[in-house]
């Protein structure tokens, strides 16, 4: 009699709230369930995946799919997916009382006692997961205490403890990435055929010939993991010991033109925290796809200081590859901001590195940050300048600032606290603490500074033209009126934006739940939505 395989059940939860309309983009596989369920797989056992972004009905789902479950499994970063993931697990404990529950992923990794404290986890993986949770698997399926597997946080005598210490490994430690528990056809029909009635967030700008009635069809990667910087605001330095592990250059474009004749997808996007650290790892990667002459435009993440490091000709295969967006934080204004905050970028290679990717061709997705623990207002003025600065001379390119928000397990968090933020207690107020527009008077800004950085906002996006309805004459006098105001940073009696708001509204072009200032405010993508666009 052949024995069946046990079953396990991977849950990723929503990363935006259905309920007010909004949807991320549907490139955004679930990579993190994928990863993790590599070592499983290779054990024979059997993988049920779970995302509720193609799944509409996942909680019946998920109750269908742990009945006879060995364990069920989730993970999340800070945002909605913190909220969604807890209703779920919740539901699964009333239900299935018990079901090992395992929890992984930024958010639990620095924060594991609450899961604990609310009785919706058995275990919680610390960082990198892949190797944790095959050995979570072989041990609950043993009947063993996994008090015994490293890398976790676990719950014994009414507290919580963690288990031995587990390093960062290459992925050469890794079982191949099981691509077959993919349904890719179903997040490529999101794409080409988006819901109208959702407003998509962070969607990556078109390249090419692409357009919003023409969409790409688009896929997502992790070649690497961790982050050599130390910035303070990031957790990335607590969870993974600023080590940086990647898949070789030569080899990542090998897989990446094997998998797009598996599922014949357009655009690439990395969804690594530093897609750039190596230059040599670059070079090759982008040498490897001109070579095997990979129909794909890509992009990823790189820092400001890497663009400079490169050679002229390693960003010239950028280009030749078909690389059309690169995602850098600028993150502040000022010297003294930047060495508080332990990205030491120098002040002037910012614009330096942005127009060399520009000179390219290739987009520069710029953020900033203002409102730092204990940071003055002139210091957040100098910020908004600059990225004011920095819009008006790459038209272009992306500039979007965005206001402070501690996060668990870093620096600034628990400076924080000693300058008397109150953290959210639950999994609610966790679930909504990056959502700019839905508690933005918790942001700590001052008022004067607040107005300017909306303002800010709109009269960027209006300077990129990328709206191509309506004559061009008055396309053009707007974005003009807008660069005035971008380069002096003037942002009183903004006309410009008046009869924007009342152009797009007349011609229909509001997406639901659209509210100018607020509405720009969640959409860093809306400032890069460019080249082909804006310079058509």
């Not at 990863?35 to 049920?48: K, L, N, Q």
């Not at 609950?140 to 507290?159: I, T």
Request: proline share 7%; net charge negative.
């Amino acid at each position: 009699m052949i024995q069946r395989k046990k079953k396990l059940v991977l849950f990723l939860p929503h990363r935006a709230d259905p309920g007010r309309g909004e949807t991320f983009s549907a490139d955004l596989l679930p990579l993190e369930l994928i990863h993790i369920a590599s070592g499983p797989v290779a054990d024979g056992y059997e993988v049920v995946m779970i995302d509720a972004m193609i799944e509409p009905d996942y909680m019946d789902k998920i109750m269908e799919a742990c009945d006879g479950a060995l364990l069920f499994a989730s993970s999340c970063i800070l945002g909605y997916q913190v909220y969604d993931g807890y209703v779920a697990a919740k539901a699964v404990r009333e239900r299935f009382p018990n079901l090992p529950i395992i929890w992984g992923g930024w958010f639990p990794s620095v924060i594991p006692e609450l899961y604990f404290e609310h009785g919706i986890a058995d275990a919680v993986g610390i960082g990198q997961g892949e190797l944790t949770f095959r050995e979570v698997v072989q041990a609950v399926d043993a009947g063993e205490d996994l008090a015994n597997v490293p890398g976790l946080a676990v719950h014994r005598d009414g507290q919580m403890v963690y288990t031995a210490h587990r390093e960062v490994v290459g992925f050469d430690k890794f079982e191949p990435t099981p691509w077959h528990l993919l349904e890719y056809e179903r997040y490529a029909e999101l794409q080409v055929r988006p819901s109208r009635n959702l407003k998509v967030r962070h969607r990556f700008p078109l390249p090419g010939h692409w357009t919003p009635e023409n969409p790409p069809r688009g896929f997502s990667y992790f070649s690497s993991y961790g982050c050599p910087e130390p910035c303070t605001f990031c957790c990335s330095p607590q969870i993974t010991g600023r080590r940086w592990k990647a898949v070789a250059g030569r080899a990542l474009a090998e897989d990446i033109a094997e998998l797009q004749q598996r599922f014949k997808f357009d655009v690439l996007r990395f969804q690594d925290a530093n897609f750039g650290v190596a230059e040599k790892r670059t070079k090759e990667f982008s040498e490897g796809l001109i070579d095997l002459k990979v129909p794909i435009h890509w992009n990823g993440t790189i820092e400001v200081e890497t663009i400079m490091r490169y050679k002229e000709s390693t960003l010239d295969l950028l280009e030749e590859s078909q690389c059309h967006l690169l995602w850098l934080g600028a993150e502040a204004g000022t010297k003294e901001m930047q060495d508080q905050i332990k990205k030491k970028i120098e002040i002037e290679h910012i614009p330096q590195a942005i127009g060399k990717l520009c000179k390219r061709n290739i987009v520069p997705g710029t953020f900033w940050i203002i409102g730092y623990p204990g940071e003055s207002q002139e210091s957040m003025e100098a910020t908004l300048k600059m990225a004011a600065l920095v819009k008006h001379m790459f038209p272009t390119a992306g500039s979007d600032v965005y206001p402070f928000r501690p996060i668990p397990g870093t620096e600034d968090f628990d400076a924080a606290v000693k300058l008397g933020y109150e953290a959210p207690t639950d999994f609610h107020d966790w679930g909504n603490c990056f959502e700019y527009k839905y508690n933005s008077q918790n942001t700590p800004l001052p008022d004067e500074v607040r107005h300017t950085w909306q303002r800010y906002n709109n009269t960027a996006a209006i300077y990129d033209m990328h709206v191509k309805e309506g004559p061009l004459w008055m396309r053009r006098a707007l974005s003009k009126a807008a660069g005035w105001r971008l380069q002096r940073g003037q942002y009183k009696f903004p006309i410009e934006q008046k009869l924007f708001d009342v152009y797009v509204r007349m011609t229909g072009q509001t997406q639901p739940g659209d509210n100018s200032a607020e509405y720009q405010q969640l959409q860093p993508e809306t400032h890069a939505q460019l080249t082909a666009k804006s310079t058509s």
